[in-house]
């Protein structure tokens, strides 16, 4: 397996039966859909769904009905190849075995609708990775990579830190991190650090383009 992180919430995930690209949104360089054999998708927000990427690949697409709807209107020929999920639903995606998990995106402002949002488990040659989208909703099962959101106007450090701490990944790899500049960053990973190191989980951050 080969796990590289393409801007904000996009992580691609090449394998020996295809490419993974999960979240390319409007941080993420067209190029992370190259030779892409399936796109899952968590929610609808711009930073995490972008219609124009899905349109540079004729790759099957996975995700919830609230997005569906959306590329229904967005990217009609692609919703020809879009999958519905459900929350809690087991299915495979490149031979893959993949878990829906939760179904409602963290709440932004009480008096803002909350939107849904559907993370993955996804099972690759010997490791589980589970990408949560935009939420807190733990997996109910062992991790061994999280994709775990470090920056959010839906969350606190303090929140982020121990949703990584509840969620017990040996691998926590820092996403969704735009929000914050370089020093902001180097804030939350110091305090990830303090926290998960002493409990032996790693946080890493890795830089667009580079590889796990």
């Not at 919830?64 to 967005?74: C, E, G, N, T, Y």
């Not at 996403?175 to 650090?193: K, L």
Request: proline letters at 8%; aromatic letters at 6%; charged letters at 20%.
């Amino acid at each position: 397996m080969r796990l590289t992180k393409l801007g904000h919430a996009c992580v691609r995930i090449e394998h020996d039966n295809g490419v993974l690209v999960l979240d390319p949104g409007v941080f993420t360089d067209p190029a992370a859909m190259d030779g892409a054999t399936a796109v899952l998708l968590t929610h609808e927000h711009p930073d995490h769904y972008l219609p124009d990427h899905l349109k540079l690949t004729d790759a099957p697409v996975y995700t919830i009905s609230a997005v569906a709807d959306l590329i229904r209107k967005d990217a009609p020929a692609v919703a020809e190849r879009t999958t519905v999920v459900a929350p809690g639903e087991g299915f495979r995606v490149d031979g893959l075995p993949v878990t829906t998990v939760g179904e409602q995106h963290a709440v932004l402002h009480p008096h803002w609708p909350v939107s849904h949002n559907s993370g993955y488990v996804i099972e690759v040659d010997d490791s589980v990775l589970y990408h949560p989208g935009d939420a807190f909703t733990p997996p109910g099962r062992d991790i061994d990579i999280l994709l775990a959101p470090t920056s959010a106007p839906w969350a606190r450090a303090y929140e982020l830190i121990d949703f990584m701490q509840e969620v017990k990944a040996p691998v926590n790899i820092a996403i969704h991190d735009r929000i914050y500049s370089e020093a902001g960053a180097g804030i939350i990973d110091m305090q990830a650090g303090a926290f998960l190191t002493p409990e032996g989980q790693e946080f890493k951050r890795l830089k667009d383009g580079e590889d796990l």
